[in-house]
């Protein structure tokens, strides 16, 4: 028959055990399992007063935001709302049924100040990355970089020519992203006048280079206009992969630029090694990482670049292409399809570019000039570092840059993840500082999904078990 339920009170006091009711094979569990926080405390201590009302936990902070991040809960308002009625989280957050939840408020001051002075962020993603190091999920033999676009929370029809004057709100009256860009502007402008006014930073924009178009409300978001991308501001994710099973070995948000993708790549380089001890013997890429400066500095450590040359000789309208010139190494000079000689005065252009030029005589009398150029003689232009974008080039046609480019798509998947997933497709905080936290949250949220996945089970009777 129809059962009917019980609407009075069955008895005055419960029993309730939050353990009991949290599934054996939740993903929290497989988490608390493999990463302890205990350390957090202990280690931001000196961030705090010795006086004045007690904080939040900040161990509890960071439990709260690895929630978050795993399970993809993109507001901090929401998150809150979540881990109040949900009972795994809460267990995992380590609180009571009746323990109260932070209000949402309460993240951005730790974020802002004690979570990036202490680095507290970074060092939960290096402890996890330890984690999968020990565990023997990191080969250390190649890695893989690349960037992706990820939008920034702007209106982008909201900003100015980035060549007009703007008059930005005083200090005390502007948001914390446009303080932020006018300090890292600031101190480009003070580092051009050290310099001599030569400098090319571009943390908040230099006087070498102004950015196209400025947004009015994150200033440091970069203008993107790129074939088949609708113009946009954008910040980029970088991610240094391991090739074995893709696990993340460091993350970096920066602006959405060529240049900085290339300087990043080499602080990233050096820091897996400073706090890993992991060097790769080579390094898959895509052409946006085929810079012959850093090809040099991969060679100079013995690291085999498996990127494709960045080379912009072909574009000549048809006409004769470097290819087509012999160089010789001895004499040094290239010698065009006619037979004359390209020498090269001693002038060295923009700093590594060195021309080699046809004389203007052996030019005029040619037969094939038509097919050569419509200038007055023929230019040739080498790299300082050529000599290592030919190494490079011959790379290409091994059977190992083939496997590498195969084992690239792995961080083409984890960034396929970070926006389906995750949902980092656009990025809820504003401000350089604000990118960097959200990619390594996000980084550190993957890499435990990939570290539970590899090393944990769940039996059907017992609590989940790792084997870590």
């Given at each position: 028959?129809?059962?009917?339920?019980?609407?009075?009170?069955?008895?005055?006091?419960?029993?309730?055990?939050?353990?009991?009711?949290?599934?054996?094979?939740?993903?929290?569990r497989?988490?608390?399992?493999?990463?302890?926080?205990?350390?957090?405390?202990?280690?931001?201590?000196?961030?705090?007063?010795?006086t004045?009302?007690?904080?939040?936990?900040?161990?509890?902070?960071?439990?709260?935001?690895?929630?978050?991040?795993?399970?993809?809960?993109r507001?901090?308002?929401m998150?809150?709302?979540?881990?109040?009625?949900?009972?795994?989280?809460?267990?995992?957050?380590?609180?009571?049924?009746?323990?109260?939840?932070?209000?949402?408020?309460?993240?951005?001051?730790?974020?802002?100040?004690?979570?990036?002075?202490?680095?507290?962020l970074?060092?939960?993603?290096?402890?996890?990355?330890?984690?999968?190091?020990?565990?023997?999920?990191?080969?250390?033999?190649?890695?893989?970089?690349?960037?992706?676009?990820?939008?920034?929370?702007?209106?982008?029809?909201?900003?100015?020519?980035?060549?007009?004057?703007?008059?930005?709100?005083?200090?005390?009256?502007?948001?914390?992203?446009?303080?932020?860009?006018?300090?890292?502007?600031?101190?480009?402008?003070?580092?051009?006048?050290?310099?001599?006014?030569?400098?090319?930073?571009?943390?908040?924009?230099?006087?070498?280079?102004?950015?196209?178009?400025?947004?009015?409300?994150?200033?440091?978001?970069?203008?993107?206009s790129?074939?088949?991308?609708?113009?946009?501001?954008?910040?980029?994710?970088?991610?240094?992969?391991?090739?074995?099973?893709?696990?993340?070995?460091?993350a970096?948000?920066?602006?959405?630029?060529?240049?900085?993708?290339?300087?990043?790549?080499?602080?990233?380089?050096?820091?897996?090694?400073?706090?890993?001890?992991?060097?790769?013997?080579?390094?898959?890429?895509?052409?946006?990482?085929?810079?012959?400066?850093?090809?040099?500095?991969?060679?100079?450590?013995?690291?085999?670049?498996?990127?494709?040359?960045?080379?912009?000789?072909?574009?000549?309208?048809?006409?004769?292409?470097?290819?087509e010139?012999?160089?010789?190494?001895?004499?040094?000079?290239?010698?065009?399809?006619?037979?004359?000689?390209?020498?090269?005065?001693?002038?060295?252009?923009?700093?590594r570019?060195?021309?080699?030029?046809?004389?203007?005589?052996?030019?005029?009398?040619c037969?094939?000039?038509?097919?050569?150029?419509?200038a007055?003689?023929?230019?040739?232009?080498?790299?300082?570092?050529?000599?290592?974008?030919?190494?490079?080039?011959?790379?290409?046609?091994?059977?190992?840059?083939?496997?590498?480019?195969?084992?690239?798509?792995?961080?083409?998947?984890?960034?396929?993840?970070?926006?389906?997933?995750?949902?980092?497709?656009?990025l809820?905080?504003?401000?350089?500082?604000?990118?960097?936290?959200?990619?390594?949250?996000?980084?550190?949220?993957?890499?435990?999904?990939?570290?539970?996945?590899?090393?944990?089970?769940?039996?059907?009777?017992?609590a989940?078990?790792?084997?870590?």
């Amino acid at each position: 028959m129809m059962g009917r339920g019980k609407s009075g009170q069955g008895q005055f006091f419960y029993a309730f055990n939050l353990d009991g009711v949290v599934p054996p094979d939740h993903l929290v569990r497989k988490i608390d399992a493999l990463l302890d926080l205990g350390w957090i405390r202990k280690e931001l201590a000196p961030y705090y007063s010795h006086t004045g009302r007690p904080s939040l936990d900040p161990e509890l902070m960071m439990r709260m935001l690895i929630v978050g991040y795993v399970f993809a809960i993109r507001s901090e308002r929401m998150l809150c709302r979540e881990v109040q009625v949900n009972l795994a989280y809460r267990w995992y957050c380590r609180l009571g049924i009746e323990d109260k939840i932070p209000d949402h408020s309460a993240f951005s001051r730790a974020r802002h100040e004690r979570f990036r002075q202490s680095d507290a962020l970074r060092r939960v993603f290096e402890r996890v990355v330890t984690i999968c190091i020990v565990a023997g999920l990191v080969g250390g033999e190649a890695f893989s970089i690349d960037a992706s676009l990820i939008k920034a929370d702007v209106d982008k029809h909201k900003r100015l020519p980035g060549d007009q004057p703007i008059n930005w709100p005083a200090p005390e009256e502007a948001s914390r992203a446009v303080r932020a860009y006018l300090a890292a502007l600031d101190a480009a402008n003070s580092d051009d006048e050290g310099n001599g006014g030569d400098g090319g930073g571009s943390s908040g924009g230099s006087r070498a280079k102004l950015p196209k178009e400025v947004s009015l409300t994150d200033p440091q978001a970069a203008w993107v206009s790129r074939k088949g991308v609708d113009p946009l501001f954008a910040y980029d994710a970088n991610y240094l992969i391991d090739n074995k099973l893709g696990i993340i070995v460091d993350a970096e948000g920066t602006r959405a630029n060529r240049s900085d993708e290339i300087a990043v790549t080499e602080t990233m380089i050096d820091r897996v090694e400073r706090r890993f001890g992991l060097v790769p013997r080579r390094l898959a890429g895509d052409t946006a990482y085929g810079a012959a400066k850093l090809l040099k500095w991969l060679w100079d450590r013995g690291i085999a670049p498996h990127v494709p040359v960045w080379d912009k000789s072909k574009q000549t309208g048809g006409r004769f292409t470097k290819e087509e010139f012999v160089f010789e190494r001895e004499r040094n000079v290239y010698i065009c399809p006619a037979g004359a000689e390209l020498t090269h005065s001693g002038i060295v252009d923009q700093g590594r570019i060195l021309p080699y030029r046809a004389s203007k005589n052996d030019c005029s009398f040619c037969e094939l000039k038509p097919q050569c150029t419509t200038a007055v003689a023929r230019k040739v232009s080498r790299d300082i570092d050529e000599d290592v974008r030919d190494q490079v080039r011959a790379l290409a046609n091994t059977e190992a840059f083939e496997v590498s480019r195969r084992e690239r798509k792995k961080v083409e998947m984890r960034f396929a993840h970070m926006k389906r997933i995750h949902r980092l497709d656009r990025l809820r905080l504003r401000g350089l500082s604000g990118a960097k936290d959200e990619v390594l949250l996000t980084a550190t949220a993957q890499n435990l999904r990939r570290l539970t996945k590899l090393l944990c089970r769940s039996p059907p009777h017992a609590a989940g078990a790792c084997t870590a």
